[in-house]
Each structure stands twice: as C-alpha cells, then as structure tokens.
C-alpha cells in the first residue's frame, strides 16, 4: 500500500472509470465478452476491497492504543469531511482517497495505491495489512498539515513508521502470540516507544471540520 503527493495546483486523476462505471459498462448488452471478463474481475476485487477496508478501520477504531484511536478517528473525520473520496479502478491497482484541500491554504491531490487482491492479503495477515493502513493514515494526515514529502529519511517518512510500531506493540500487548513478520519485528526494534517520546513526531494538528 503507498501513499504519494503532488502539490501542483491542477492535477488530474488518472482517467479510470470508477467502480460505478464498471457496472453501469456491465449492463451494456453490447459489451464485447473479453472486456465483460476484465471488469467484472474489476468490479469484484473493488468491492471486496471496500468491504475489507470497512472492517479493517473498524478494528482500528477499537485499538487498545489511543494514539492509534487518534489517529483513526482524525482519518476518518478527513475522509467524512473533506477528502473527495472515490475508488478507480484500472488492471493492477485500486485508487483509494483522493485529498482535495478546501480551504485554499494550498490545493493538492493525492491518493493511496491499494492492489486489486488486498482483501485477498488482509485476510491473510491482518496485522501485517492494518499496520500499512496505519501508515496510510499517518501520512494522509501528514498531507492535510502540510507536512508530507519524498523524502524516505523525511520526518513524515518516520512518523509513519513509529505509528505502525505503535499499532503493533499494541497487538502484541492484545495477543503476545500473534505473527510478526521480519519488517514488523524491526520496526518495534526501531520505535521502541511507539509514537511517543521522539523529537519532531508529534506535533498540533489541524482541525478537520
């Protein structure tokens, strides 16, 4: 799962139907069988990853970590109230989120990159894929503050990393026999004290609303 930024003042989405295109192309009787095959795979995937995404957010929602809680409930207060939230879908991955900034301080759009069998992968290790949505929420709300960049040494890049540290500790601290992988394991090594206790991680976010 990524999440990438352009601060451009106009930025085009890519030009992908969205997933309610897909099913209103579905209905056309005159739809070649071949392209029928690709978007009803489309159509599936897309919102089976809506239903996995709704259920991963719920047990976020209800970490045993508050700053996990914080962070949660401040995503989805943006993706409520300001994001112009839409799914696209194209062969290889689904687009989910896009930000759009109302209040004209600086307008950018930016999106989280979420392969087509990601519901496939949370089923599979719910841990693993919570703490990348974890990760995903540090760096939207990153992006709402104006505190996002490229860079992988950045403070955003590592604020990131110590909330998914802070989510998995959590986990742990829930169900100490819980599978961490390798990636998992270093990450707690790294952030030893989670989210808290780092100079620069933590700072006054914006209101949402």
């Known amino acids: 799962m990524l999440f990438s930024i352009d601060r451009r003042r106009s930025v085009q989405f890519p030009d992908l139907p969205l997933l309610e295109d897909l099913e209103t192309m ?44 914080e962070l949660i409930s401040y995503y989805s207060s943006l993706v409520k109230n300001l994001l112009h939230t839409r799914i696209v879908a194209s062969t290889h991955i689904i687009q989910l989120v896009g930000i759009n900034d109302k209040e004209g301080a600086f307008s950018y759009r930016s999106v989280a990159v979420i392969p087509t069998n990601w519901h496939v992968m949370y089923e599979r290790n719910p841990i693993f894929e919570l703490g990348d949505i974890v990760t995903l929420a540090s760096r939207a709300r990153d992006a709402y503050n104006g505190k996002l960049d490229k860079d992988n040494n950045s403070l955003s890049w590592k604020r990131g990393e110590a909330y998914e540290a802070e989510f998995i500790m959590s986990a742990l601290a829930a169900n100490p026999n819980v599978f961490l992988t390798d990636c998992q394991r270093r990450l707690i090594e790294k952030w030893p004290h989670g989210i808290h206790n780092y100079d620069g991680l933590e700072y006054v976010q914006r209101a949402t609303e």
């Open 26 to 69: 579905l209905r056309n009787p005159a739809l070649p069988a071949s392209n029928r095959k690709e978007l009803e795979a489309l159509t599936v995937s897309g919102r089976s990853i809506e239903v996995s995404f709704q259920k991963a957010m719920k047990e976020l929602r209800e970490s045993p970590s508050h700053a996990i809680r």
